[in-house]
């Protein structure tokens, strides 16, 4: 009844996203989008203390126009908590990172009803820096797509890749449920260091802690394979892992002092260094003994996982090492093997699913990305030529901190391509990666970033589906089907 009232007067200027209408203690709520973009329009009596940039009175009912901010989304989420995030426990669970902070519609189309618990809002601090965001931009924008597709089933927030804890507690003010602490900067790169070397660092940490008279002669079975720590397998564990975890467990205290009621991801996916599954016992068994409680742990396993493209190594190989990993953890219990760089990685899935039995978490996060601008190549070729030159531009300077193998010499020149067939383009690994890492510079570039999200509001419907699509093939394979 409200949506017909507010159709029959206001349908000239505005369309209503439906799937959002929700009421509550005599009130309606829903967003619709006109001229100035997106409102959040609230209908009755006694409106409670929104914000609103114009009200009208119609068949005795007010429609009170609210601008989709945060103060206007705190109030909501007073009224509605399933819009507040929660942490996922070790539900089997998945991650959409949104870099233009408008895909959400698609993520929750891709994953409503899929048994996987979503994690909408995801964004590390170098996409943050890269984009302009902040964690309450990412948490926001997620939170009001959230809402527009009428989805009440929960879901998590995680802040990505935090390696400082400035960024760990702003993040955890900001409400997140989710912290993934990355400790890259302090994991040691084995092939770097001489034996003179490894043995030098590794009587420094026993003079700190004797550790092995903890892990030396300590005997594992794993799939009826026996792991035992000596010597040399001790001291390449501790020179890998020994200070990275020293820096979990202080982020994890600083953050038990601001939040009690959260996941907690150890990431050392970001290393040279494969985790073994005896490296990987190592970190299990420190983070126990400092009493860290983590949800989600992110091993480097074999093989190359580049961004934006599908697993590049041994299957069969991966297949071995994956079971010992569930294994393992399933041995300690009380925690999921995180998957990073998880985008279109399509070939491992089965056999990562099947391994774990749904103690997993994966990550996804350019691969949305690389969906919108496939779709603006579809429908604004000159401005898909525009993004592309400016990806070619600067991709020297974003690849450096990416790991891909994109080489441009093998990158076809766009403007000797068909306007039907630049959709084409994005099935090459190396325009796919040329596109990932370069977003940061596309969208500092204001008259491309304006372009982008314009075409990408006049085609909406086609943003989501193609995003959605997309990400459901993801979904699919780790559910089995």
Same mark, same amino acid.
């Given at each position: 009844?409200?949506?017909?009232?507010? &159709?029959?007067?206001?349908?000239?200027?505005?369309?209503?996203?439906?799937?959002?209408?929700?009421?509550?203690? !005599?009130?309606?709520?829903?967003?619709?989008?006109?001229?100035?973009?997106?409102?959040?329009?609230?209908?009755?009596?006694?409106?409670?203390?929104?914000?609103?940039?114009?009200? *009208?009175?119609?068949?005795?009912?007010?429609?009170?126009?609210?601008?989709? &901010?945060?103060?206007?989304?705190?109030?909501?989420?007073?009224?509605?908590?399933?819009?507040?995030?929660?942490?996922?426990?070790?539900?089997?669970?998945?991650?959409?990172?949104?870099?233009? !902070?408008?895909?959400?519609?698609? *993520?929750?189309?891709?994953?409503?009803?899929?048994?996987? +618990?979503?994690?909408?809002?995801?964004?590390?601090?170098?996409?943050?820096?890269?984009?302009?965001?902040?964690?309450? &931009?990412?948490?926001?924008?997620?939170?009001?797509?959230?809402?527009?597709?009428?989805?009440?089933?929960?879901?998590?927030?995680?802040?990505? *890749?935090?390696?400082?804890?400035?960024?760990?507690?702003?993040?955890?003010?900001?409400?997140?449920?989710?912290?993934?602490?990355?400790?890259?900067?302090?994991?040691?790169?084995?092939?770097?260091?001489?034996?003179?070397?490894? &043995?030098?660092?590794?009587?420094?940490?026993?003079?700190?802690?004797?550790?092995?008279?903890?892990?030396? =002669?300590?005997?594992?079975?794993?799939?009826?394979?026996?792991?035992?720590?000596?010597?040399?397998?001790?001291?390449?564990?501790?020179?890998?892992?020994?200070?990275?975890?020293?820096?979990?467990?202080?982020?994890?205290?600083?953050?038990?002092?601001?939040?009690?009621?959260?996941?907690?991801?150890?990431?050392?996916?970001?290393?040279?260094?494969?985790?073994?599954?005896?490296?990987?016992?190592?970190?299990?068994?420190?983070?126990?003994?400092?009493?860290?409680?983590?949800?989600?742990?992110?091993?480097? +396993?074999?093989?190359?996982?580049?961004?934006?493209?599908?697993?590049?190594?041994?299957?069969?190989?991966?297949?071995?090492?994956?079971?010992?990993?569930?294994?393992?953890?399933?041995?300690?219990?009380?925690?999921?093997?995180?998957?990073?760089?998880?985008?279109?990685?399509?070939?491992?899935?089965?056999?990562?699913?099947?391994?774990?039995?749904?103690?997993?978490?994966?990550?996804?996060?350019?691969?949305?990305?690389?969906?919108?601008?496939?779709?603006?190549?579809?429908?604004?070729?000159?401005?898909?030529?525009?993004?592309?030159?400016?990806?070619?531009?600067?991709?020297?300077? @974003?690849?450096?901190?990416?790991?891909?193998?994109?080489?441009?010499?093998?990158?076809?020149?766009?403007?000797?391509?068909?306007?039907?067939?630049?959709?084409?383009?994005?099935?090459?690994?190396?325009?796919?990666?040329?596109?990932?890492?370069?977003? =940061?510079?596309?969208?500092? @570039?204001?008259?491309?970033?304006?372009?982008?999200?314009?075409?990408?509001?006049?085609?909406?419907?086609?943003?989501?589906?193609?995003?959605?699509?997309?990400?459901?093939?993801?979904? @699919?394979?780790?559910?089995?089907?």
């Amino acid at each position: 009844m409200v949506l017909q009232v507010f &159709n029959e007067h206001f349908g000239r200027g505005y369309t209503v996203y439906e799937k959002s209408y929700r009421e509550k203690e !005599g009130l309606s709520f829903f967003l619709a989008k006109g001229e100035e973009g997106k409102v959040l329009v609230v209908v009755g009596q006694n409106v409670p203390r929104f914000s609103f940039f114009k009200k *009208h009175r119609v068949n005795g009912k007010e429609f009170f126009f609210c601008k989709p &901010n945060h103060e206007n989304l705190e109030i909501l989420r007073g009224i509605f908590p399933d819009l507040k995030p929660i942490r996922a426990g070790l539900k089997p669970s998945f991650g959409t990172g949104d870099r233009l !902070g408008i895909t959400t519609p698609a *993520h929750v189309r891709a994953l409503r009803g899929s048994g996987l +618990f979503p994690v909408f809002a995801q964004q590390s601090v170098r996409e943050n820096e890269r984009t302009g965001r902040i964690w309450r &931009n990412v948490l926001d924008d997620a939170t009001w797509g959230v809402f527009q597709e009428g989805y009440t089933e929960r879901f998590g927030a995680d802040a990505d *890749h935090v390696k400082n804890p400035e960024d760990l507690v702003a993040a955890a003010r900001e409400g997140f449920s989710m912290f993934t602490v990355d400790p890259s900067d302090h994991v040691r790169n084995l092939s770097k260091l001489s034996e003179r070397e490894k &043995n030098e660092i590794f009587e420094e940490i026993l003079r700190k802690e004797r550790i092995d008279k903890i892990y030396l =002669g300590k005997k594992y079975s794993v799939l009826g394979e026996r792991l035992e720590f000596d010597e040399r397998n001790l001291r390449d564990a501790a020179l890998v892992y020994y200070d990275a975890i020293a820096h979990v467990d202080m982020m994890y205290q600083i953050l038990k002092e601001e939040t009690s009621d959260f996941d907690f991801e150890v990431s050392v996916d970001e290393t040279e260094t494969p985790t073994s599954p005896l490296f990987h016992i190592f970190v299990v068994e420190e983070l126990r003994r400092r009493d860290v409680e983590f949800t989600n742990l992110a091993l480097r +396993f074999i093989g190359e996982w580049e961004k934006g493209i599908d697993y590049k190594g041994d299957l069969g190989l991966f297949e071995k090492e994956i079971k010992m990993h569930a294994e393992i953890a399933r041995m300690f219990e009380g925690y999921k093997l995180s998957l990073h760089s998880g985008s279109d990685k399509f070939s491992v899935y089965p056999a990562f699913s099947s391994a774990t039995d749904g103690l997993f978490h994966v990550k996804t996060a350019g691969t949305s990305y690389l969906e919108a601008i496939k779709v603006i190549s579809m429908v604004n070729p000159a401005l898909f030529r525009e993004i592309y030159r400016c990806a070619l531009d600067h991709f020297e300077e @974003d690849r450096r901190s990416y790991h891909i193998s994109a080489d441009l010499s093998k990158v076809p020149d766009v403007e000797g391509v068909r306007d039907e067939d630049l959709p084409e383009l994005f099935k090459d690994t190396n325009v796919r990666q040329l596109i990932h890492v370069t977003y =940061g510079s596309v969208l500092k @570039d204001e008259s491309l970033k304006g372009k982008i999200f314009e075409t990408l509001s006049q085609n909406e419907e086609l943003f989501y589906e193609t995003v959605a699509s997309h990400i459901k093939r993801h979904v @699919d394979l780790l559910r089995g089907d």
